[in-house]
């Protein structure tokens, strides 16, 4: 346990493939932002040294963040628990902070073994391999419900936690953040990016943003796009992002005969130049934990159609904010988008909204102090 005096030392620990989705931008940006004062954060990631296409280390580098890389040569390798080990030991470190249901196990074990205070955030579990579903998150929530403290995303998330076993007491609620500094529109920038995307004064630019993944459910999004786009042959719809369904999402456009009107960009560093492109953003996921999607397009000002998925409507009230559907209801989907089109002063006015309640009330800054004060409670600096 840490001292009573000095900032908490803390271990973001995650284990991720590829370059990863939103809790890397929550902990690269919390790491970034921390006050050092109170908080002295390091980043470790264990790295599959088989996933070529691993890229966090690029991303911590331009934070820029205390960062340490630990190699694996598979998903269990041994070898990582003395580096964790030493890692904790050479930092000084007095609190381990998990973020997945690998480092979940590994923050429990390390706190039994070296005495350091273990916390885990919930982002969800998403995963659908029959692996996931059927052990790896059933025994993940069994090891969350023995942690002395858990942040969940959303209030979904800590019902979950609550009904496996996890003391209420236990369970606080903290809702992503966005640095609405980083994320803010410049209308001026919008005829160039419009342009580069071949998008004329009479075209509507739908973008959907997140990876290519079952549960963002982008199949049916197509769906409703094509009925959408027989009525309004001016519609045009960009994917950004990349993962599992990207040929399925391939053949389905081609099916649907989509080619000419939907693209698939695939993964991009910076989503900031394509929202100046889009008039309008969409999430179409049936599970979530607090989108930071939606949080971008919120900062951005680009109106916003989404699914009622997990904490989207702890982001923004229906009608007030965006407009909010029930998940796997296209028929809702596509009337929701007709009236962001048939409405446009109303939509822009939930877009201004939504803007004004990322600078108040979602802002990063206040995320970070939040945690900071969880991880001071924790520590024994209360």
């Known amino acids: ?5 000095g900032p908490v030392r803390v271990l973001e620990l995650r284990s991720v493939r590829g370059t990863g989705g939103g809790p890397e931008k929550t902990i690269l940006l919390g790491a970034a932002m921390a006050d050092p004062d109170r908080v002295q954060v390091t980043v470790c990631y264990l790295r599959d ?3 070529t296409a691993f890229g966090v280390a690029e991303r911590a580098a331009a934070a820029p963040v205390d960062y340490v890389e630990i190699e694996e040569r598979h998903s269990f390798d041994p070898a990582v628990w003395p580096r964790l080990r030493q890692l904790i030991k050479n930092r000084k470190i007095d609190l381990v902070h998990a973020h997945d249901y690998k480092t979940d196990m590994l923050a429990l074990f390390l706190s039994r073994a070296t005495g350091v205070a273990a916390l885990s955030t919930a982002h969800g579990w998403t995963g659908h391999s029959a692996r996931e579903r059927l052990c790896y998150y059933p025994a993940d929530k069994r090891i969350l419900s023995r942690f002395e403290r858990l942040i969940a995303v959303s209030s979904d998330i800590g019902r979950e936690l609550v009904r496996h076993g996890a003391d209420p007491a236990r369970v606080t609620t903290v809702l992503n953040g966005i640095d609405h500094r980083q994320f803010h529109r410049d209308v001026s920038r919008e005829p160039a990016m419009r342009a580069a995307l071949g998008l004329g004064p009479g075209d509507v630019a739908i973008g959907a943003v997140g990876r290519l993944e079952p549960q963002k459910r982008f199949d049916l999004l197509l769906d409703a796009f094509a009925v959408l786009h027989a009525r309004r042959p001016q519609l045009r719809l960009f994917f950004v992002g990349d993962g599992s369904q990207k040929d399925a999402l391939e053949a389905r456009r081609q099916a649907l005969g989509l080619a000419d009107s939907c693209t698939l960009v695939g993964h991009v560093a910076d989503v900031v130049p394509w929202h100046h492109a889009f008039d309008l953003f969409v999430q179409s996921s049936d599970y979530e934990g607090t989108p930071n999607a939606v949080l971008e397009a919120m900062a951005l000002e680009t109106p916003i159609v989404a699914t009622a998925a997990g904490g989207t409507g702890e982001l923004i ?21 007709d009236a962001a089109l048939v409405d446009p002063d109303g939509t822009r006015a939930m877009a201004r909204r939504a803007r004004q309640r990322v600078e108040g009330q979602l802002s990063f800054e206040s995320r970070v102090r939040t945690v900071e004060a969880i991880y001071h409670e924790v520590a024994g600096h209360a």
């Open 317 to 337: 009230e229906d009608g007030v904010h965006g407009r909010v559907v029930p998940v796997r209801h296209v028929g809702r989907l596509i009337d929701a988008v």
């Open 49 to 51: 040294q088989r996933d």
């Open 1 to 5: 346990m840490a001292s009573t005096t």
